[in-house]
């Protein structure tokens, strides 16, 4: 497969090479636009981009400096003041606690590596590193339904991040390499603050990741267009832009209707995806 001379890949494309060849070939390698709604009703999917949008850029602005308070009198929406509150209840800890004391704070810290002949991507809601060196990964999710563990650990993103943290974050380490040890993933559910889901990281799952990423993109290089088909999981296409092209469906999926599994998978596949632009190449 010839591949776009400006493309790169990210968990979010490689996600949905594993879920479906064909939503991988159709929105990463031709780009297509399709007229059709990913989740049912329109309206509530439209109000929670936009919710899930300006909590990472509250988070951000707040790490950043700009007063809490400051940035609590400009929300206007009540589930976005319920998450500010919950986000306050860890955030002042990740600035000014004694337990934090010395950390370094990056939001929105994107990297960029070479992977065969494309490049891997990630961008992260905030890298913290601590004055031990500990190195930890936080991911906000605003999904209404808090994902299982088990099925964050399935994620591509729980690979990804952790293994180009290892591979290309060493500007963030002293210019040392950083160890996999070093490196901790965290989940947090603005709506379920309590249950932050963490994963650690070794280098057993650096080799295994390695191994494992490579083959993927050596996968996709290697196939025809033809080679690109659709998923055996029908319930994958209920919140999938593509159902009507691929003859799987014309109406939205209902995220209220599908099993934990698929309501999770529904809510964050329409979350920001903040992981496109590489800020920092190695």
């Known amino acids: 497969m010839n591949l776009p001379t400006d493309f790169q890949f990210s968990q979010a494309s490689l996600q949905d090479f594993v879920d479906c060849r064909r939503r991988f070939l159709l929105r990463h390698i031709q780009r297509l636009s399709w007229p059709a709604l990913e989740t049912e009703p329109a309206l509530e999917q439209e109000r929670y981009l936009q919710q899930g949008a300006a909590f990472h850029r509250l988070a951000q602005q707040f790490i950043l400096g700009i007063p809490a308070d400051r940035l609590a009198s400009m929300i206007h929406d009540p589930d976005l003041e319920t998450w500010w509150d919950n986000f ?75 293994y180009m943290l290892v591979r290309a974050g060493g500007v963030f380490n002293q210019g040392e390499p950083v160890q996999p040890a070093q490196v901790e993933m965290l989940y947090w559910f603005a709506s379920h603050p309590e249950q932050t889901e963490r994963f650690s990281y070794d280098a057993t799952a650096h080799q295994a990741d390695e191994a494992y990423l490579t083959s993927l993109v050596d996968t996709i290089r290697n196939l025809e267009e033809n080679d690109f088909h659709l998923t055996g999981d029908e319930k994958r296409c209920a919140f999938c832009i593509y159902r009507s092209l691929c003859n799987r469906g014309i109406s939205a999926g209902r995220t209220l209707e599908l099993d934990d599994e698929y309501t999770a998978e529904s809510e964050i596949a329409i979350e920001i995806d903040f992981d496109q632009i590489a800020e920092i190449e190695y």
Do not use: N
């Open 88 to 162: 306050m209840q860890i955030a002042p800890g990740l600035k000014d606690s004694q337990d934090t004391a010395g950390w370094r704070l990056y939001p929105e810290i994107s990297l960029s590596s070479p992977m065969r002949d494309s490049r891997l991507v990630a961008k992260f809601d905030l890298l913290a590193i601590t004055p031990d060196h500990k190195m930890l990964i936080y991911d906000w999710k605003t999904s209404r339904s808090k994902a299982k563990r088990q099925w964050l650990e399935a994620r591509l993103q729980t690979r990804v991040y952790p």
